[in-house]
């Protein structure tokens, strides 16, 4: 088993940033792809980056320039900065983890993000 704990969300001013952690633990697969998704009130979830255990990188075209995906392979750790920050960009933020070599689809609890105007 796998658990996710996303952490660094918040309340900010729009132009604002803020950089969420995830920590995953237990049973994890060295190859994999690690995200962050996002789903706002009335609408469903969304990919905002993924990224590879070999560093590629996926953006939604709403935050390409402005948000940044990185993770630590040793500490299983992806962190997501998010710059620029919008009133469209508050939601539920989710960490996922996909193992490629093994099953499973793993989620973090969300943590919240809110961008006032």
């Known amino acids: 088993q796998v658990q996710l704990v996303e952490s660094g969300g918040g309340l900010v001013q729009a132009g604002g940033s803020l950089r969420l952690s995830c920590a995953a633990s237990g049973a994890i697969s060295g190859i994999n792809v690690m995200g962050w998704y996002r789903q706002a009130p009335g609408k469903q979830r969304e990919l905002v980056a993924t990224?590879?255990?070999?560093?590629?990188?996926v953006y939604a075209d709403s935050v390409k320039g402005r948000f940044t995906i990185s993770r630590d392979n040793a500490k299983n750790t992806a962190f997501l900065l998010m710059n620029s920050l919008k009133p469209d960009d508050t939601a539920v933020y989710y960490c996922?983890?996909?193992?490629?070599?093994?099953?499973?689809?793993?989620w973090g609890q969300g943590t919240q993000v809110t961008v006032s105007s």
């Open positions: 990224i590879t255990s070999g560093g590629r990188t």
């Open positions: 996922n983890l996909l193992p490629l070599l093994s099953r499973g689809n793993y």
